[in-house]
């Protein structure tokens, strides 16, 4: 069955660095999301992205947050200049059309 | 309340037990989706339900959608220690999902 996968699986950073998370969804998919999971919290939605633009975008998702589709199959988050509270657990999720969302296993981001 | 609310924030039954997780929105949405994530890993998507339904049976979960009180419950029927899990609903509303804080669940063998 096909899945969404994500890489790292865990990533470790210092503060102030650029990371960048990547994403490979479903082939067939045309929407595709990011989401964030404080440890602890609820999963909070970042950012939604279809046909090579992002159509919406959360208070969270601000100018240190890029997303990019830069070749037919991977889908990335980057964070420019990362803070402490940055740190979370990153999601990945595509969904075809008005249906299930799909997510990928996660990447665990600790920013120190 | 926030969009996505679930109720009650903990529960825990034996096995073999029927266990009922109840959630509630505020906004119109095109479904309603529901989550299960064991500790630390990814979200499995259990079922999804849309606005025009009423039940949906998959397995051993059974899940309904009152969009006039807009509130879902999930039940899972004959609970196994396996089924341990945090459990949440999510709203679909112009794509993106909006969840809520999730139901701990803990079936004890």
């Known amino acids: 069955e096909p899945e969404v996968t994500q890489t790292p699986s865990h990533q470790v950073t210092q503060m102030g660095q650029e990371v960048i998370l990547r994403c490979v969804p479903i082939s067939n998919h045309l929407y595709f999301y990011w989401y964030r999971q404080i440890l602890g919290q609820k999963v909070e939605f970042l950012v939604s992205f279809y046909n090579n633009e992002i159509s919406e975008k959360s208070e969270i998702f601000d100018d240190q947050f890029s997303v990019e589709r830069p070749d037919g199959s991977n889908f990335t988050l980057k964070i420019r200049s990362t803070k402490l509270e940055d740190s979370a657990m990153y999601f990945c999720?595509?969904?075809?059309?008005?249906?299930?969302?799909?997510f990928g296993p996660g990447t665990r981001l600790t920013v120190l | 309340s926030q969009q996505g609310e679930e109720d009650p924030q903990a529960l825990s039954i034996q096995e073999g037990e029927n266990a009922t997780m109840n959630c509630s929105y505020k906004t119109s949405i095109n479904n309603l989706q529901w989550y299960r994530q064991n500790s630390g890993r990814g979200l499995v998507h259990l079922i999804l339900?849309?606005?025009?339904?009423r039940e949906k049976h998959s397995g051993r979960l059974r899940v309904t959608l009152d969009t006039s009180k807009k509130s879902s419950s999930l039940l899972i029927t004959a609970s196994r220690a396996a089924d341990t899990a945090s459990y949440f609903c999510a709203t679909e509303t112009g794509g993106k999902l909006i969840f809520g804080q999730g139901t701990e669940l803990s079936v004890k063998p």
């Open positions: 339900i849309r606005s025009n339904e």
């Open positions: 999720a595509s969904v075809q059309g008005a249906d299930t969302q799909y």
